[in-house]
């Protein structure tokens, strides 16, 4: 046990005890075990995460470079800075969203909780992505139950929802509809957001929730995304101890928010809200 902690320390994450022994010993060796486990599943997930994010940022610096060049030399300079600021607005972004993903992992403690009424939430957000959705020809559709209080992380809540809807307009045929339906019930309380795409392989459809994972990256790299607004959506919803699906519906992809009941404010305190 001494040598296998020694090795662990050392560097050498695989190293495990892997006893048999039914003593406190072997209690101990096997906690020792379940403990290195998630520490190399944490540390290996950090270094892919950093990885992922020099790869992500090469090409936009690059193309940062390349657009500086163009300014020095183009006879058009209006051309030129406006491709140059668009360079900067991308990189920006992405480094939002960095921030976003290292806030919504951070201590659920620090959540900024609140009353708010999530239907009107939603209302919202489809009145935001009302120009994106026409652009595509796309229809937004709302299906919701009437006026229903939560306390929660009201930007957190937003920028969830607000990236699983863009999500799925991006990916929706032209002249298409998007639902979104808000239903509650005793024990959860849950929002659906279905497209009419191609929907994902069902082999990935684990996988659209980590970061930097695209099903398509040429596809989305061209239309600006980075493959970071599920993997935002999965950990704030994790930090309302809610659970993130998605699932084919052939045709489409439907993603599902499923919240705990106890976040709905109950009805004796619905008169001492300001909900306007």
């Given at each position: 046990l001494g040598e296998t902690v020694e090795r662990f320390g050392k560097g050498n994450l695989s190293a495990r005890v892997s006893s048999r022994r039914q003593d406190e010993i072997g209690e101990l060796s096997?906690?020792?075990d379940q403990m290195a486990d998630r520490i190399q599943t944490l540390l290996t997930a950090e270094r892919r995460l950093l990885q992922d994010i020099s790869h992500e940022?090469?090409?936009p610096l690059a193309r940062l470079?390349?657009?500086v060049e163009l300014v020095r030399t183009a006879d058009n300079r209006e051309e030129a800075v406006a491709r140059l600021k668009k360079e900067i607005d991308r990189l920006t972004h992405l480094v939002g969203s960095l921030l976003q993903v290292t806030r919504v992992e951070g201590d659920p403690a620090s959540l900024n909780q609140?009353?708010?009424r999530l239907d009107q939430l939603l209302q919202e957000l489809v009145a935001g992505c009302a120009i994106e959705a026409d652009a595509r020809g796309c229809r937004l559709i709302v299906t919701e139950q009437g006026s229903v209080l939560v306390r929660a992380d009201h930007e957190l809540l937003r920028?969830?929802?607000?990236?699983?809807l863009r999500n799925a307009i991006r990916h929706a045929p032209e002249d298409t509809a998007i639902e979104m339906t808000?239903?509650?019930q005793p024990s959860t309380v849950s929002?659906?957001?279905r497209d009419y795409g191609p929907g994902v392989p069902e082999e990935m459809l684990s996988s659209i929730f980590k970061p930097f994972f695209r099903v398509d990256s040429s596809r989305d790299s061209a239309s600006g995304g980075v493959g970071l607004g599920l993997a935002i959506a999965q950990s704030a919803i994790a930090l309302h101890r809610g659970n993130l699906s998605a699932t084919n519906m052939h045709p489409g992809l439907l993603v599902r928010i499923e919240l705990p009941g106890d976040l709905k404010v109950?009805?004796?305190e619905n008169v001492a809200v300001n909900i306007s």
């Open positions: 096997r906690a020792f940022l090469r090409s470079s390349f657009a609140e009353v708010f920028r969830a929802v607000e990236n699983i808000l239903d509650c929002i659906s957001v109950p009805a004796e």
